[in-house]
């Protein structure tokens, strides 16, 4: 899948420009709050898609099981900064450093979107925009949700590519 640059920036720039951080706190469920403590070091907007395939699930049910998202971290003028990638989840910025971390909370956010999250980083390796990150929050999430489309034994080991969009927030301690 190859995202368009301009329409990548114009996503981001639109996103940011319309979501200011404490807008954004004060419609930002409970569940999600990074406590107290914490200071935003970095805001973007994360383009990309969810893989998902069509397996049988723990359960022993067919159905579509997350395999890993893969997106563009854009600043506010719609410049990468970043990516993000997994299993395991990893935002890495340009300068080569990146984390990975424990999910702590999800919030609904939705039909057809992703939940919002809250996630503790794990220490950053190598030095640089990743350095000191302690919280990660998934805000505004837009689609990524597995697809509406038949999972059966007829369709297993079959794969399925949806785009989302989400903002990611980086915070480090005060």
Request: aromatic share 6%; charged share 15%; net charge negative.
């Amino acid at each position: 899948m190859t995202i368009q640059p301009l329409t990548r920036a114009a996503l981001a720039a639109t996103l940011i420009a319309s979501f200011s951080h404490v807008a954004l706190a004060d419609m930002t469920p409970a569940d999600v709050q990074v406590p107290d403590g914490n200071t935003v070091a970095l805001e973007t907007v994360g383009v990309g898609a969810i893989t998902y395939m069509c397996e049988a699930k723990d359960d022993g049910t067919m159905g579509w099981v997350f395999k890993g998202p893969h997106a563009a971290l854009n600043d506010s003028d719609g410049a990468q900064v970043g990516s993000y990638y997994g299993p395991p989840a990893t935002w890495e910025a340009l300068d080569g450093s990146k984390i990975t971390g424990t999910q702590l909370a999800t919030a609904a956010n939705g039909d057809g979107n992703i939940p919002l999250q809250l996630v503790e980083a794990n220490p950053a390796e190598g030095e640089g925009a990743m350095t000191g990150v302690s919280y990660i929050q998934r805000l505004n999430t837009q689609g990524g949700v597995a697809p509406d489309v038949a999972c059966d034994d007829g369709h297993e080991g079959a794969t399925a590519v949806v785009t989302y969009q989400a903002d990611y927030i980086f915070w480090t301690a005060n």
